[in-house]
């Protein structure tokens, strides 16, 4: 959540009175001209309340400045759902997914939903599996850091905090809330740089910068940056000859936040989950691939083993026992709901049509802009449905920027940004494709894409050379 700082009231230059909200004189509800010496203040509480057509129409109406969530091709998060299921959430947003003993069938629906997701992710036992839904997959991230980091400690008790300070391996192009978990729980942060055309994490370069200070190493099932899988098994296979060779035994979790709700359906023979004994615990997004509406996530760990029980909370809160695992508490229970909605819906055989419809269109959508002459294709879309191109080498009049600011102007959104160290110097466009993204909206973008490229070509330079360098995208 952005963290926003309060903002001085813009003034009239002739009143010096704050500046209010223009009021339309048809929002009255009676009297069209009585509304407008009532408009209400911006910045501070208006003295008396409005009629809640009135107010509905003022924040409807501003909001319509905002983007169409179906044609940004940035976010991962689900812009689309059945009516069925907004009815469902609308049902449940006044009932408190912490309150458990209040509302024992929504908490029979999310203990439903870890099941599910332990016996789609092939954990051991999955019935007894330890898992919890969140608000997304950056908490599930939190908490499955700090049940690494508490394992790390209780097995280092003569060492932390008075000389030992852990650390945690990851490739660099992890999602920010890896960076932000070891900012907040004080971890060191060692991270795998790219090279050449790799472009996440190296199994043996992540095993050698591991040492008796590692809690874990955090492989990712879905890189943001460009949509490809880390090699899960290969690094567990490093870390099983770094353990023959040095004794260091270091868990592994998974950051599936999108990988872990696709690659289960599309490619059921590739291993990465608890199939290999060294992943202690994985996440997913529920509100990525697992098509609910933001936010709901998951985090799951192989055993009760995995996840300290000191970490667990057992909290007498009206009238039951109610073990926990969150770092929030108060949160609305419809998310849960739409979840295991979804999983209901859709089944096994639902969730693979959609996920490869997903696939098909961004594979498609890849081999168009590829085929427009003027950009070279880092991914396909051939593992999460995401794919990622810059400009091709001849092409010197415009850069990717310049690319992303003309389509936003038809209305996309298409994130362009620079890679981290070592490749600072490749900067790139990213689409994403999801649910509800079809070939025919897909045909579209190409078509807006084509339209604009000779006005591009005319350009003298690209016009991101007059401005500061870019930053990386951290979404």
């Known amino acids: 959540m952005a963290l926003h700082r309060g903002t001085r009231p813009a003034r009239d230059d002739e009143s010096g009175e704050p500046s209010k909200l223009a009021l339309n004189p048809f929002f009255g509800e009676a009297n069209p001209a009585a509304g407008m010496n009532t408009a209400p203040p911006r910045h501070r509480l208006p003295d008396g309340p409005l009629p809640p057509s009135t107010a509905y129409r003022l924040v409807h109406d501003e909001l319509m400045l905002d983007g169409n969530s179906r044609l940004n091709l940035a976010t991962f998060v689900t812009t689309w759902m059945e009516p069925q299921a907004g009815v469902l959430m609308g049902e449940c947003r006044d009932k408190n997914m912490i309150d458990k003993d209040e509302y024992p069938r929504t908490a029979e629906l999310e203990r439903r939903c870890v099941a599910?997701?332990?016996?789609?992710?092939?954990?051991?036992?999955?019935?007894?599996?330890?898992?919890?839904?969140?608000?997304?997959?950056?908490?599930?991230?939190?908490?499955?850091?700090?049940?690494?980091?508490?394992?790390?400690?209780l097995r280092n008790a003569d060492r932390y905090p008075a000389t030992a300070?852990?650390?945690?391996?990851?490739?660099?192009?992890?999602?920010?809330?890896?960076?932000?978990?070891?900012?907040?729980?004080?971890?060191?942060?060692r991270?795998?740089?790219?090279?050449?055309?790799?472009?996440?994490?190296d199994p043996q370069a992540a095993a050698e910068l591991c040492d008796e200070n590692t809690i874990g190493v955090v492989g990712i099932l879905g890189s943001t940056f460009d949509g490809s899988y880390e090699p899960i098994a290969e690094l567990c296979a490093a870390l099983d000859d770094l353990q023959e060779r040095t004794g260091l035994d270091i868990p592994v979790h998974v950051d599936g936040a999108s990988g872990a709700m696709v690659a289960p359906f599309l490619d059921p023979d590739l291993v990465w989950d608890f199939r290999l004994p060294r992943v202690s615990s994985i996440n997913t997004s529920g509100h990525k691939y697992g098509l609910v509406y933001p936010g709901v996530g998951w985090a799951l760990w192989r055993s009760a083993d995995a996840l300290p029980e000191e970490l667990v909370f057992r909290v007498n809160y009206l009238g039951g026992d109610m073990p926990t695992f969150a770092l929030n508490f108060s949160r609305p229970g419809a998310q849960v709901v739409a979840q295991y909605y979804t999983f209901l819906r859709l089944g096994r055989d639902g969730y693979r049509a959609v996920q490869q419809a997903s696939r098909d269109v961004a594979c498609d959508l890849a081999r168009a802009v590829e085929e427009l002459g003027d950009f070279r294709l880092l991914t396909r879309g051939d593992e999460l449905p995401v794919f990622a191109f810059t400009t091709g080498e001849d092409v010197h009049a415009y850069d990717v920027f310049d690319v992303a600011r003309r389509l936003r102007e038809?209305?996309?959104?298409?994130?362009?940004?620079?890679?981290?160290?070592?490749?600072?110097?490749?900067?790139?466009?990213?689409?994403?494709c999801?649910?509800?993204?079809?070939?025919?909206?897909?045909?579209?973008?190409?078509?807006?894409?084509?339209?604009?490229?000779?006005?591009?070509?005319?350009?003298?330079?690209?016009?991101?050379?007059?401005?500061?360098?870019?930053?990386?995208?951290h979404h």
């Open 116 to 153: 599910m997701l332990a016996d789609l992710w092939n954990a051991p036992e999955p019935t007894s599996t330890v898992g919890c839904s969140t608000t997304g997959s950056s908490e599930a991230c939190m908490l499955a850091g700090l049940a690494l980091k508490r394992r790390w400690a």
């Open 165 to 189: 300070r852990p650390n945690l391996v990851m490739g660099i192009n992890v999602q920010v809330c890896w960076e932000k978990f070891c900012a907040f729980w004080e971890v060191e942060a």
């Open 191 to 201: 991270q795998v740089p790219m090279e050449g055309g790799r472009f996440h994490l």
């Open 410 to 432: 038809h209305g996309w959104l298409v994130p362009a940004y620079t890679f981290p160290a070592n490749r600072q110097d490749l900067s790139v466009l990213r689409v994403v």
């Open 434 to 473: 999801r649910n509800g993204f079809s070939s025919d909206l897909g045909e579209l973008l190409i078509e807006d894409l084509r339209l604009l490229l000779p006005d591009l070509r005319s350009q003298r330079h690209p016009l991101s050379h007059d401005r500061p360098v870019p930053t990386a995208f």
